[in-house]
């Protein structure tokens, strides 16, 4: 009885459309943790080459693969293991923008500061790059119904985000811009209380003594550290939440 469902089993594979066959190949590599979230895998060329078929055989596998959220696909650098949903808002790259809407209040952003700059010690430790590495740092202020509730504060990788300083800001925010050509591969943070520097405070119409919450976040995609963010929150206007 094994012996024969295990016969009818690879009966089953082989009769399968090549497509799904491929398919079936990359979900048990990405299963058995040969490619990692935010690895990517092998190029279609070299799939097809590899199961010797064309590459718009390739193209469909992997089309269908992405559209069930396992890949993720980037243009002009390749495909990816999609990541994984965190459940806790604490640990979630959530779009600012989005989380305003869902409390059924109006977005809106200004960009205060837009600039390339090459890193000094000070940067290029954490972006784990040679000082004078090209990095990319903006500031904006979100608003929620008119009232600033974030200061984000944030230096990119150039080599991870390399057209980071031709988004318009205002039409999305620099997460959503970095979550769609930077897959997601690891992420460190840490949240404290402190006073903000007189810009910060100024920015966010802040009392003299009012405290801030303060997230500090780090991002990894492509086997790069690809973001180093600080955000800045009144702490009578904002609080963290999340589920486990």
Not at 75 to 83: D, E, K, L, P
Not at 100 to 124: C, D, F, I, T
Not at 190 to 205: H, K
Request: glycine residues 6%.
């Amino acid at each position: 009885m094994g012996l024969e469902g295990n016969v009818d089993s690879q009966n089953q594979q082989e009769r399968a459309p090549i497509f799904q066959r491929i398919k079936d190949h990359l979900r048990a590599e990405i299963h058995a943790g040969t490619w990692k979230e935010g690895d990517a895998i092998p190029s279609e060329p070299a799939l097809a080459k590899q199961f010797g078929v064309s590459r718009m055989t390739v193209n469909r596998a992997v089309r269908e693969l992405t559209a069930e959220q396992i890949l993720t696909r980037v243009q002009g650098s390749g495909t990816y293991v999609a990541q994984h949903k965190y459940q806790a808002t604490l640990v979630e790259i959530k779009n600012i923008a989005e989380e305003v809407r869902a409390r059924g209040h109006q977005h809106r952003s200004e960009l205060h500061r837009l600039e390339r700059s090459k890193a000094a010690e000070l940067m290029a430790q954490p972006f784990e790059v040679d000082v004078g590495h090209l990095l990319f740092h903006s500031v904006i202020v979100h608003f929620e119904n008119d009232i600033p509730i974030q200061v984000e504060d944030r230096w990119v990788n150039s080599t991870v985000a390399p057209d980071y300083m031709q988004q318009d800001f205002s039409a999305q925010t620099p997460n959503e811009y970095l979550m769609a050509v930077a897959p997601l591969q690891g992420v460190t943070y840490r949240i404290e209380a402190v006073s903000a520097p007189r810009e910060v405070a100024e920015m966010l119409a802040l009392g003299s003594k009012e405290p801030c919450l303060v997230l500090h976040r780090k991002t990894l995609s492509k086997g790069k550290v690809a973001s180093v963010v600080t955000m800045w929150h009144p702490g009578s206007r904002y609080q963290f939440a999340g589920q486990l």
